[in-house]
Structures are given as structure tokens and as C-alpha cells.
């Protein structure tokens, strides 16, 4: 079992940044990548950014590409997402998610959310402009 909390969201302006965090508990050597996702009023749920825990390869969405930073801090069990630049349409719930553990996922389908088990319950992130 792996329990997943986000923490971090808030109300910003345009231009502004924050940093979200995802605190990982339970058996979390049962997963072994990690993401964020988002989804806006009356859009679908979309991938931000993810990474294996153990390091190496990361992806980003387009729109996150050069503005958002996903890491992982494994002494605490912690995911961050640092968004830079934040514009109103980043405006959405941010969840965090894991996979299972040895899984393999095509590098064009890690920021599907389909391919994630674990989900947080989401942080809310409002940019005005």
C-alpha cells in the first residue's frame, strides 16, 4: 500500500512560482516512478511531469517544458514540483501519482495517467492574472 499527500498549492499571479509537494508513506518500494498531473475545470486530466524514484530519466508535457522542475527527495519520501513562471492557464488541481514496481512503461506513455495506481488527493493551484 502507498498513501500519497500533496501540500504546496495555493493562489499566485501571473508570473509567480510555487513549489508542491507529494510526501510518499506505506510501502513505498512498491513503486518505482512518480508523476504529477493536473486537470482544470471542464478539461481531462492531464500528465505535468514524472520520473523514476531512482533517478535517471524524467519527462515533461510541452506546456511544462523550460517552467517546471519534478524531483525527489528520498530521504523523505518526497516529490516536488517546482512551477516557475506560472500563467492562469496552469490554473488546476495538481495531483501526485505512483506506479506499481517493476513496470515497464513506454517513455511515450509516462505522462499517461492510465499507467499510474496511486493517486494523492490533489492540491489546488490558482494563478490570476
Known amino acids: 500500500q502507498v498513501q500519497l499527500v500533496e501540500s504546496g498549492g495555493g493562489s499566485v499571479q501571473a508570473g509567480g512560482s510555487l513549489r508542491l509537494s507529494c510526501a510518499a508513506s506505506?510501502?513505498?518500494?512498491?513503486?518505482?516512478?512518480m508523476g504529477w498531473f493536473r486537470q482544470a475545470p471542464g478539461k481531462e486530466r492531464e500528465g505535468v511531469a514524472a520520473k523514476y524514484t531512482g533517478g535517471g530519466s524524467t519527462y515533461y508535457a510541452d506546456f511544462a517544458k523550460g517552467r517546471f522542475t519534478i524531483t525527489r527527495d528520498s530521504a523523505k519520501s518526497t516529490l516536488y514540483l517546482q512551477m516557475n513562471n506560472l500563467t492562469p492557464e496552469d490554473t488546476a488541481m495538481y495531483y501526485c501519482?505512483?506506479?506499481?514496481?517493476?513496470?515497464?512503461?513506454?517513455?511515450?506513455?509516462?505522462?499517461?495517467?492510465?499507467?499510474?495506481?496511486?493517486w494523492g488527493q490533489g492540491t489546488q493551484v490558482a494563478v490570476s492574472s
Open positions: 501519482s505512483a506506479g506499481p514496481s517493476r513496470r515497464y512503461v513506454p517513455p511515450s506513455r509516462m505522462l499517461e495517467s492510465t499507467e499510474y495506481h496511486y
Open positions: 506505506g510501502y513505498t518500494a512498491s513503486t518505482t516512478y
